[in-house]
């Protein structure tokens, strides 16, 4: 359970978060939507501790996340940003090798290579392994990044916008295995999503973010309707049903 | 197993070491192997450090472009250096012993360097222009403040400063050179513990705080580490603006990998080499003593332009 109460964070004179209060249930995943500059990066880094939050509290299965120390903290949570630049030369495998360094230290084992090999096969990477990062595309990179994440094998798994630059199969095949990790491994998976069909198809909770504030939030087939959408974005949104699936339309 | 390229490296190494000690050997042998050793060991010192912390900095940066020299660490080391002979005087300061003069400017060179440069990287690593900028702007006050305390000194304490103002292979102190190396064998061994984690490090700040690394304590470490490197080596010979930069570019073309255990010896290597080949080749060839820096700089500051116009700046 990660706990957010009364959060908020100011950059400079612009209050980016105001007074968040959230409950983030285990075991399941979590979609935070939310229009541009809604603050939806931002949380992730205040609750993935990248920036200390400066009112207000985090807790990770009631341990405040101040006191929470780096290693111990990346055991237990996983976190693809969503402008990741890594400004080192690296191969892919290289690089998904290091979500087993909070494990490994830097000595890995059989078994950690096992688990980079699987993580490499799950997202489809095992042929470009040997590729450098600068010199594959810009989804490839992306997966490589939650290859990464996945390798780390934790219990919290935070995602930023993972499906920017994915083609059609790699989002349906990630979303997919986020889906089985929670709900086959125990996992808790947190992922900001800007494809609202992806949102209402795969996730069990839905945060919306806007302003800074929580606009709603609550089981998925709750909280995803025409009604609140439209008021979210600001645009016609409408929540519609075919066939037993409910999918949204907004595009004309 | 080492790898192969390195033992080309050790191997290239241990032939100019040989070359340099014994071409051209005649005379009073064993007083003219004594000086030689002592200016190989000095070049070996120095290189070392340039090429260890070049690397270490460009880790830490983020970038292969920018340099401890170029970023004005060893102008400031200068700056430091004149300023205790310009608060102590400069007969005071030439009584000191030689090992505590050392420890005692390195001390200050790494506060110096910590409080400037940690707060530059907390606020600009991600912005290569504006490092560059701060660099070059940081390296010209240092050294115009070094020029202006130098002429406020009594001109006869200035010709104790004076002599470290420009890079020089020719005279090696010898009690400065066993301070130095005990520092570098110390520092050494620091960083050679430190290896995996420098790998993750090199991933920047927030892929590197998400797999658990307390970044900014490592961050600060090095850059006490990197501090003392380029104390060693300014103490030495002086100030060498690019050849870190041609050092550590030839140490990535070569090894082509992102792992410090490979990097950070070849790059130690590479300097070795180059200031050994380098200095044997302009005494005993060309009877001239004083070159070598010249020409370092000037093939460095070719290298350096031509990363900047081809904009290989990563
Ligand atoms: N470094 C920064 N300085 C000033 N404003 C920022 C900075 N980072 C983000 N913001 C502002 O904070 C708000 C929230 O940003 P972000 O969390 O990235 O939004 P989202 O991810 O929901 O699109 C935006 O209005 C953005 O302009
Ligand atoms: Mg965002």
């Not at chain 1, 998904?96 to 090999?117: E, L, M, N, T």
């Not at chain 1, 798994?157 to 089985?180: I, K, V, W």
């Not at chain 2, 005071?92 to 060179?109: C, E, I, K």
């Given at each position: 359970?990660?706990?957010?109460?009364?959060?908020?964070?100011?950059?400079g004179?612009?209050?980016?978060?105001?007074?968040?209060n959230?409950?983030?249930?285990?075991?399941?995943?979590?979609?935070?939507?939310?229009?541009?500059?809604?603050?939806?990066?931002?949380?992730?880094?205040?609750?993935?501790?990248?920036?200390?939050a400066?009112?207000?509290e985090?807790?990770?299965?009631?341990?405040?996340?101040?006191?929470?120390?780096?290693?111990?903290?990346?055991?237990?949570m996983?976190?693809?940003?969503q402008?990741?630049?890594?400004?080192?030369?690296?191969?892919?495998?290289?690089?998904?090798?290091?979500?087993?360094?909070?494990?490994?230290?830097?000595?890995?084992?059989?078994?950690?290579?096992?688990?980079v090999?699987?993580?490499?096969?799950?997202?489809?990477?095992?042929?470009?392994?040997?590729?450098?990062?600068?010199?594959?595309?810009?989804?490839q990179?992306?997966?490589?990044?939650?290859?990464?994440?996945?390798?780390?094998?934790?219990?919290?798994?935070?995602?930023?916008?993972?499906?920017?630059?994915?083609?059609?199969?790699?989002?349906?095949?990630?979303?997919s295995?986020l889906?089985?990790?929670?709900q086959?491994?125990?996992?808790?998976?947190?992922?900001?999503?800007?494809?609202?069909?992806y949102?209402?198809?795969?996730?069990?909770?839905?945060?919306?973010?806007?302003?800074?504030r929580?606009?709603?939030?609550?089981?998925?087939?709750?909280?995803?309707?025409?009604?609140?959408?439209s008021?979210?974005?600001?645009?016609?949104?409408s929540?519609?049903?075919?066939?037993?699936?409910?999918?949204?339309w907004?595009?004309? | 197993?080492?790898?192969r390229?390195?033992?080309?490296?050790?191997?290239?190494?241990?032939?100019?070491?040989?070359?340099?000690?014994?071409?051209?050997?005649?005379?009073?042998?064993?007083?003219?192997?004594?000086?030689?050793?002592?200016?190989?060991?000095?070049?070996?010192v120095?290189?070392?450090a340039?090429?260890?912390?070049?690397?270490?900095?460009?880790?830490?940066?983020?970038?292969?472009?920018?340099t401890?020299?170029?970023?004005?660490?060893?102008?400031?080391?200068?700056?430091?250096q004149?300023?205790?002979?310009?608060?102590?005087?400069?007969?005071?300061?030439a009584?000191?012993?030689?090992?505590?003069?050392?420890?005692?400017?390195?001390?200050?060179?790494?506060?110096?360097?910590?409080?400037?440069?940690?707060?530059?990287?907390?606020r600009?690593?991600?912005?290569i222009?504006?490092?560059?900028?701060?660099?070059?702007?940081?390296?010209l006050?240092?050294r115009s403040?070094?020029g202006?305390?130098?002429?406020l000194?009594?001109?006869?304490?200035?010709?104790?400063?004076?002599?470290?103002?420009?890079?020089?292979?020719?005279g090696?102190?010898?009690?400065?050179?066993i301070?130095a190396?005990?520092?570098?064998?110390?520092?050494?061994?620091?960083?050679?513990?430190?290896?995996p984690?420098?790998?993750?490090?090199?991933?920047?700040r927030?892929?590197?705080?998400?797999?658990?690394?307390?970044?900014?304590?490592?961050?600060?470490?090095?850059?006490?580490?990197?501090?003392?490197?380029v104390?060693?080596?300014?103490?030495?010979?002086?100030?060498?603006?690019?050849?870190?930069?041609?050092?550590?570019?030839?140490?990535?073309?070569l090894?082509r990998?992102?792992r410090?255990?490979?990097?950070?010896?070849?790059?130690?290597?590479?300097a070795?080499i180059?200031?050994?080949?380098?200095?044997?080749?302009?005494?005993?060839?060309?009877?001239l003593?004083?070159?070598?820096a010249?020409?370092?700089?000037?093939?460095?500051?070719?290298?350096?332009?031509?990363?900047?116009?081809?904009?290989?700046?990563?």
């Amino acid at each position: 359970m990660i706990s957010v109460n009364g959060l908020s964070h100011t950059i400079g004179p612009a209050k980016i978060l105001d007074d968040i209060n959230l409950q983030i249930a285990p075991g399941g995943v979590t979609a935070l939507i939310g229009p541009n500059g809604a603050g939806k990066s931002t949380l992730l880094s205040v609750v993935s501790r990248q920036v200390p939050a400066q009112s207000g509290e985090v807790s990770l299965d009631g341990a405040d996340m101040k006191r929470i120390d780096h290693a111990a903290l990346a055991l237990r949570m996983a976190v693809v940003a969503q402008d990741v630049g890594v400004a080192s030369r690296l191969r892919i495998r290289d690089l998904v090798g290091f979500g087993r360094w909070p494990h490994a230290k830097g000595k890995p084992s059989p078994k950690d290579a096992d688990i980079v090999a699987q993580a490499l096969a799950q997202f489809d990477l095992t042929a470009l392994a040997d590729r450098f990062l600068d010199e594959v595309s810009g989804g490839q990179r992306q997966r490589a990044f939650v290859a990464m994440a996945y390798a780390q094998d934790t219990d919290w798994l935070l995602l930023d916008e993972p499906l920017n630059n994915l083609d059609l199969r790699h989002a349906r095949r990630l979303m997919s295995e986020l889906r089985n990790l929670a709900q086959n491994a125990g996992k808790s998976i947190l992922i900001v999503l800007h494809d609202l069909n992806y949102a209402i198809s795969w996730a069990d909770h839905i945060i919306a973010l806007k302003d800074g504030r929580v606009a709603f939030a609550g089981e998925t087939q709750d909280v995803m309707t025409s009604r609140t959408l439209s008021a979210l974005y600001e645009t016609d949104v409408s929540v519609m049903a075919k066939d037993g699936k409910t999918f949204v339309w907004h595009h004309n | 197993m080492p790898d192969r390229r390195l033992l080309f490296l050790a191997g290239l190494f241990a032939v100019s070491c040989g070359l340099y000690l014994l071409w051209g050997l005649q005379g009073r042998i064993w007083f003219i192997l004594e000086l030689r050793g002592i200016k190989l060991a000095g070049l070996c010192v120095v290189g070392a450090a340039i090429g260890i912390a070049t690397v270490l900095f460009q880790t830490l940066s983020g970038n292969r472009i920018l340099t401890p020299a170029i970023m004005g660490f060893d102008a400031l080391f200068l700056l430091m250096q004149t300023s205790v002979v310009f608060f102590l005087g400069g007969f005071n300061y030439a009584g000191l012993p030689g090992p505590f003069l050392f420890a005692m400017n390195t001390v200050v060179m790494v506060c110096a360097a910590v409080l400037l440069f940690g707060a530059l990287f907390r606020r600009s690593r991600n912005d290569i222009q504006l490092m560059i900028l701060v660099g070059v702007i940081f390296g010209l006050l240092f050294r115009s403040l070094t020029g202006f305390m130098q002429r406020l000194i009594d001109p006869s304490e200035f010709a104790i400063v004076q002599g470290t103002m420009f890079a020089s292979f020719g005279g090696i102190n010898r009690t400065e050179l066993i301070a130095a190396s005990i520092l570098l064998g110390m520092l050494s061994i620091w960083v050679w513990r430190q290896l995996p984690l420098l790998d993750v490090m090199a991933l920047g700040r927030g892929p590197a705080r998400h797999l658990g690394v307390d970044y900014d304590r490592h961050q600060f470490q090095l850059l006490c580490a990197i501090a003392a490197f380029v104390a060693i080596s300014t103490a030495l010979v002086g100030p060498i603006t690019f050849l870190g930069l041609l050092v550590s570019a030839l140490a990535h073309a070569l090894m082509r990998t992102h792992r410090h255990v490979h990097l950070l010896p070849a790059a130690a290597l590479i300097a070795i080499i180059i200031l050994v080949l380098g200095q044997g080749a302009f005494e005993r060839l060309m009877r001239l003593q004083s070159t070598l820096a010249v020409v370092i700089e000037f093939v460095g500051g070719l290298l350096f332009l031509v990363l900047l116009a081809k904009g290989k700046i990563r």
